[in-house]
């Protein structure tokens, strides 16, 4: 298993070090979690002061209006009316590329001259590789480039892989030399067409133009493009300068590409407070109604989009299937007035996990027993969907489709390789045990094959010898095939003793069985068992010689010596050619005591110490005499065991 966990190990390294996250699978996960956290009351709270209300002109604002297309001249007055409840700021989702009737667009320009506070988008076509951005001359751009774009400060640079801008749709020239500042309103969604992320700045000629949220911010808290720290692949940092209004840095987690997580507040219209167009004006028209509106709308950011069957820009967002993009932008700059971002876990740190969970499955398959590898690999699954949870709750991205793949595949990996090695084992327990074991002993191997220590352990257990009376006699005296079907079917019968008693046949060699009790599955009463079956074969003997005589064939007598004692249980022999038998002086002394039958005259002899192990008056015992064994310096006192 050391080999196994060294293979782990290298794997979750190589995990660590490719890091391999931030799939779109990850993202799916989350976008359930980032939905449960929201519905919980997890999610990013909405700004208060200065707050964010939405002006939509939807299908009754065209029917108030009475036109099929939406008049600039009608907007005029909501410019001016806004203003004049002392809005923070007016930010249109909305270009108006082209010139319209001469008169409302007059009284457009007008109203977003005199309200003074109007942010006006523009769309930027990107690319991911450099470009020349074309500039065509016009106020918009002119703005662009000298007003609303800069140089900010840059680190990372050797991360750094910016959004490229090659031009850019801009509002009508008028509108845009009235409006307070112009900021990228496109945003491009994930590859899974969910937009959960937005750039930041968009570069074009050596500049950096904001996205609108972030235009929009900027200009309220006094902070020039210049001022903004970018730590590519890091953060984006608005400093909080003497000469802006902020009481502390404003830091936006961002990737290498200057993106930013979108903090979605709630789906669109539970966000944040509403108003239909056509509805507020009607109020504003009502003297009586002006104090209410004053209440609601002063010292906030509006919003202004379109959303009219057929003009609202739509798109999946974590939160719901059909949103207008409107959200996309109010969510930002919430985000921005509150400084409420999320942070999102980098490729080591994942990888770190998935090392340390690799670790912790590697460790538990080596421990044996498979329930520690079941508890852990239950916990590296549990664990990273907690973690993704408490992480979302906190402002973190957690990449849980991941870490959990890390974790199934590691655990899938080991389980695989437990199948395999336990096939092996009970292939090998089979080979090696089931001739010469008892089923149900095999059957506990195999639940339990750590019961059998390949290497060699200290076991205390019973030895039973046994031997025929004059086999060699016996065996010049028969045709071979007649000794063959005499000595299997004497065999047959002791073995099946022996298996009866939960012995094993250690082998078979010439006329002698080799057999031990209590192992390779522990018994406490192994030498009442190997006792028993010492009884056992000579009763059987002695029905097996009725049937000899009458057929004619030799009867057999059998001389069984038993010991019991700690002795060395494993599985021995050569690299290729390997058996499972036990070596020591109790066996040594076992084979002794069935050759002192010869002298005493006896069919069954066992030592003092297997003596002491039995049950007392369970057999009808004798003390024989003290011996001096060979090869032993100690006497053994022995005793016969009667078989009636």
């Given amino acids: ?51 964010i209300i939405y002006l939509p002109i939807t299908d009754d604002t065209y029917d108030a209006f009475g036109t099929n297309h939406l008049d600039r001249g009608k907007l005029a007055p909501v410019n001016l009316a806004l203003a004049e409840l002392d809005v923070e700021g007016i930010v249109y989702d909305i270009i108006f590329a082209r010139a319209g009737t001469p008169d409302s667009d007059a009284l457009f320009a007008e109203s977003i001259e005199a309200a003074g506070c109007v942010h006006l988008p523009s769309a930027l076509a990107r690319s991911d590789d450099p470009v020349g951005f074309k500039w065509n001359g016009t106020n918009a751009h002119e703005r662009i480039k000298n007003e609303f774009s800069g140089v900010p400060g840059e680190t990372n640079i050797q991360r750094a892989r910016p959004i490229y801008a090659s031009r850019a749709l801009t509002q009508y020239d008028p509108f845009a030399a009235a409006a307070i ?41 006094g902070a020039a493009i210049e001022d903004l720290e970018i730590a590519w692949g890091e953060t984006l940092t608005i400093p909080a300068l003497p000469h802006t209004r902020l009481h502390k840095d404003v830091v936006i987690p961002i990737d290498s590409r200057g993106c930013t997580f979108i903090p979605y507040v709630r789906p669109l219209g539970q966000d944040f407070s509403h108003m239909p167009v056509h509805q507020f004006m009607e109020y504003f028209k009502t003297p009586h109604l002006r104090g209410n509106l004053l209440d609601w709308f002063e010292g906030r950011f509006v919003i202004i989009g379109d959303l009219a069957t057929g003009a609202a820009d739509m798109g999946y967002t974590p939160l719901e299937a059909d949103a207008s993009l409107m959200v996309i932008h109010a969510s930002l700059l919430n985000a921005l007035l509150t400084s409420t971002f999320y942070r999102t876990w980098c490729g080591w740190q994942a990888g770190a996990v998935v090392l340390l969970t690799v670790l912790c499955i590697g460790v538990s398959a080596c421990l044996g ?75 506990v191997l195999l639940n339990k094959p750590e019961m059998v220590v390949l290497g060699g352990e200290e076991r205390e257990v019973s030895i039973l010898f046994s031997d025929i009376k004059g086999f060699t006699a016996i065996s010049e005296s028969l045709e071979p095939a007649v000794l063959v079907m005499l000595l299997n079917e004497y065999f047959s019968e002791m073995a099946e003793i022996i298996f009866h008693h939960d012995g094993i046949i250690d082998k078979f060699q010439g006329d002698a069985v080799m057999a031990e009790f209590g192992m390779p599955a522990p018994s406490k009463n192994h030498a009442d068992q190997a006792v028993a079956a010492a009884i056992s074969m000579q009763h059987r003997l002695n029905e097996l010689r009725d049937c000899w005589k009458k057929r004619g064939v030799p009867e057999l007598f059998c001389r069984i010596g038993i010991n019991s004692g700690p002795v060395i249980a494993g599985n021995m022999g050569a690299r290729n050619i390997m058996d499972y038998t036990v070596m020591g002086d109790a066996v040594n002394v076992a084979a002794r005591l069935e050759q002192a039958n010869k002298l005493y005259g006896t069919s069954i002899i066992i030592s003092r110490d297997t003596r002491n192990l039995l049950t007392s008056g369970r057999f009808n015992i004798t003390l024989l005499d003290t011996i001096q064994v060979k090869g032993r310096s100690q006497s053994v006192t022995i005793y016969e065991v009667k078989t009636t």
């Fill in 181 to 221: 500042s112009t900021g990228d309103i496109a945003v491009n969604a994930d590859g899974d067409s969910i937009y959960r992320h937005a750039c930041l700045l968009t570069r074009m000629d050596g500049r950096y133009f904001p996205t609108l949220a972030l235009s929009v911010f900027l200009s309220w808290s």
């Fill in 369 to 443: 027993p498979a329930y520690p590898l079941y508890a852990v690999g239950i916990l590296s699954m549990g664990i990273p969907l907690l973690l993704a949870w408490t992480e979302m709750i906190q402002f973190r991205l957690f990449p849980v489709t991941t870490v959990l793949a890390g974790a199934i595949l590691t655990f899938g990996a080991v389980l695989g390789f437990r199948e395999i090695s336990a096939s092996r084992e009970s292939a090998f327990i089979r080979t090696v045990f089931g001739r010469y074991v008892p089923e149900k002993v095999v059957r």
């Fill in 1 to 51: 298993m050391l080999f196994t966990l060294v293979l782990l190990m290298g794997w979750g390294l190589i995990f660590a070090l490719y890091e391999p996250v931030w799939h779109k699978w990850d993202y799916k996960a989350l976008d359930y979690i980032y939905k449960l956290s929201v519905n919980n009351g997890h999610g990013p709270e909405p700004s208060f002061a200065p707050g």
